[in-house]
Nanobody, 126 residues
Framework: VQLVESGGGLVQPGGSLRLSCTAS????????IGWFRQAPGKEREGVSC????????YYADSVKGRFTIYSDNAKNTVYLQMNNLKAEDTAVYYC????????????????????WGQGTQVTVSS
C-alpha cells in the first residue's frame, strides 16, 4: 500500500488549502485514514480521521470548525480541506491508513496505523 500526499504550500493567515491523500496497492474499502501533523520541535499530533465503515469523521479540538475530512472512493483519495488557517497550523502533514478496524470511537493513535505517506509541508505566514 502506498499513500501519496499533495496540496501543501504557503498560504497567508485566514487562507485555505486542500490536502489530498491518494492510496494505491489495496482495494479502497474498509479503511480508516487519518491526518497527522508535526511542527518543528513538537510532537506529532492527530488532526482528523475518517472511517469508511460508517463515514464518521473526527477532529482534534484545535481544528474543529475549520478543517473538514472527506473521501472520494472512486479516486481512492481522502481530502483534508483546511480553512481559516492560522500560523499554528504550520507543520508537515502526513496521512496514514489502516484497514479492517471497522467503526472507530474517535481519533486513534498513530501506532494504530500501518501505512504512512511521505508528508507535505503547510506553511501559514504573512
Amino acid at each position: 500500500v502506498q499513500l501519496v500526499e499533495s496540496g501543501g504550500g504557503l498560504v497567508q493567515p485566514g487562507g485555505s488549502l486542500r490536502l489530498s491523500c491518494t492510496a494505491s496497492g489495496y482495494t479502497f474499502d474498509d479503511y480508516t485514514i487519518g491526518w497527522f501533523r508535526q511542527a518543528p520541535g513538537k510532537e506529532r499530533e492527530g488532526v482528523s480521521c475518517i472511517s469508511s465503515t460508517d463515514g464518521k469523521t473526527y477532529y482534534a479540538d484545535s481544528v474543529k470548525g475549520r478543517f473538514t475530512i472527506y473521501s472520494d472512493n472512486a479516486k481512492n483519495t481522502v481530502y483534508l480541506q483546511m480553512n481559516n488557517l492560522k500560523a499554528e497550523d504550520t507543520a508537515v502533514y502526513y496521512c496514514a491508513a489502516v484497514y479492517g478496524l471497522g467503526s472507530i470511537p474517535g481519533l486513534i493513535d498513530a501506532y494504530e496505523y500501518d501505512y504512512w505517506g511521505q508528508g507535505t509541508q503547510v506553511t501559514v505566514s504573512s
